[in-house]
């Protein structure tokens, strides 16, 4: 059996979701900038360098979430998707997307990023399985700004799929293809335990790390990561990219 795993940012999307979602509240005027965007530059930077911890970087993007009513945050969430998201799938991330599809018999999505982001772009991408951080929520269905269980980050990755399968009778050693899709020195826990680890657009610890080992290296997105003023392709931003039927669990 083949199992595939994308990681969402940087690798499927060019760019950072989270970093997106803090920039379109702050263009919205939701979020003050000033003091809240040099946070953001300090943690993005020492987590790019693997110096912020999990926790740290988790919980400034779930904070984001907390004070909002959850009608308010699924409005937003309809225009990030439209206006930020979309615009910045490259096709080659999705054409890539599209030949693994019918290769594999189990294929989902392992993202750092909360599921309240990460649920749409799954379901655009025709992804139905996704791990994901899980933010914490309120009985009325706002979220706390904290986290259920372990955020889905660097070796918890790891972690979260063992238990993933687990709960799915499976294991990772069932698979005898497993592959990942991966741009971040983070991800080499999860890198380094399938099979067949394929590294994008790395930065430079992973890719001087991949030329070692001999690893694929794909480059799909524009340089530096810049972002996409529209798609790169006319298509419909409220359709999903590709079609597929959802796979059974």
């Not at 989270?18 to 965007?37: A, N, Q, S, T």
């Not at 080499?188 to 030329?211: I, K």
């Amino acid at each position: 059996m083949r199992l595939v795993i994308f990681d969402l940012d940087c690798t499927l999307l060019t760019g950072d979701s989270d970093e997106y979602w803090l920039r379109f509240l702050i263009d919205k005027g939701i979020v003050d900038h000033g003091e809240i965007e040099q946070r953001n530059a300090d943690i993005q930077s020492r987590y790019a360098k693997g110096e912020a911890t999990a926790e740290e970087f988790c919980f400034f993007y779930l904070s984001l979430l907390r004070g909002h009513s959850r009608a308010d945050l699924d409005r937003w969430h309809q225009e990030f998707m439209r206006t930020v998201i979309v615009p910045n799938l490259p096709l080659a991330s999705l054409d890539l997307l599209r030949s693994e599809r019918p290769r594999a018999d189990l294929l989902m999505m392992s993202t750092a990023t909360n599921r309240f982001l990460t649920i749409p772009i799954a379901k655009y991408l025709g992804i139905e399985h996704l791990i994901a951080t899980d933010p914490e929520e309120n009985p009325d269905g706002s979220f706390t700004g904290g986290c259920t269980g372990i955020p889905n980050m660097r070796a918890n990755k790891v972690t979260r799929l063992d238990a993933w399968l687990r709960a799915r009778g499976q294991q990772l050693d069932d698979f005898s293809e497993s592959w990942f899709y991966s741009d971040s020195r983070n991800d080499l826990p999860l890198l380094s335990r399938v099979t067949n680890p394929v590294v994008v657009d790395p930065d430079r610890e992973l890719e001087r790390h991949a030329q070692h080992h001999g690893w694929p290296i794909l480059h799909i997105h524009p340089p530096q990561h810049a972002p996409q003023e529209s798609p790169s392709r006319s298509r419909d931003p409220s359709a999903p990219g590709l079609t597929a039927a959802p796979q059974a669990d």
